[in-house]
């Protein structure tokens, strides 16, 4: 995976081409955004046993449908208003998380982070890699803590 596509060198962008062109361009080509950050993760969450039936049973197996475009732009716009300063995403992240509590653990989480990060490590230098990765930590971290799971 690593080093198959080159990385970023520092400029993050936001929306590169049209989301009905996106899907299989962000996953067979080079350019790096936010969008295709976003839908490689995806791309990976769907597949694991331990978290990706949560996203599944809420959003449909397949990246393609309209409620996956929905979350995956909502998360680009708000990985935006972290990377960016963007201020498109006016949503409340922890909010939803609220639903599938039972369904939530530490464990839930390490593992929605070790995907994170093989994402942000394959597309992004270690410089880059490491903001992301601080910040997604430290949300993860307040959602643990509010959620009250062990
Ligand atoms: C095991 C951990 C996690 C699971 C299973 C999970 C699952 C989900 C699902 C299924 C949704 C869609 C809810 C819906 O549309 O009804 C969602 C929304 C969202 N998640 Fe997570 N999530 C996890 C961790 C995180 C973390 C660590 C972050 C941030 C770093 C995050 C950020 C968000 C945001 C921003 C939204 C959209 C909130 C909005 O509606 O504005 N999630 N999550």
């Not at 400029?11 to 490689?40: A, M, P, Q, W």
């Not at 992240?93 to 994402?119: C, D, G, M, N, Y």
Request: proline share 3%; hydrophobic share 45%; aromatic share 14%.
């Amino acid at each position: 995976m690593k080093g198959d596509f080159p990385k970023t060198s520092g400029l993050i962008s936001k929306r590169i081409v049209k989301f009905e062109d996106l899907v299989d361009f962000c996953l067979e080509n080079d350019e790096v955004g936010l969008n295709k950050l976003v839908l490689k993760f995806y791309a990976k969450v769907v597949k694991d046993d331990l978290i990706g039936p949560i996203f599944t049973d809420t959003l449909g197996k397949d990246l393609r449908d309209a409620k996956w475009q929905a979350h995956i732009e909502l998360l680009t716009d708000f990985w935006a208003s972290i990377a960016l300063g963007d201020f498109t995403y006016r949503g409340s992240p922890f909010a939803p998380h609220v639903q599938f509590e039972e369904r939530l653990s530490i464990k839930a989480f390490e593992r929605w982070l070790e995907l994170f990060f093989e994402t942000l490590n394959s597309i992004y230098e270690a410089q880059i890699a490491q903001q992301f990765l601080a910040k997604s930590k430290n949300i993860a971290g307040n959602f643990i803590r509010n959620l009250n799971i062990t």
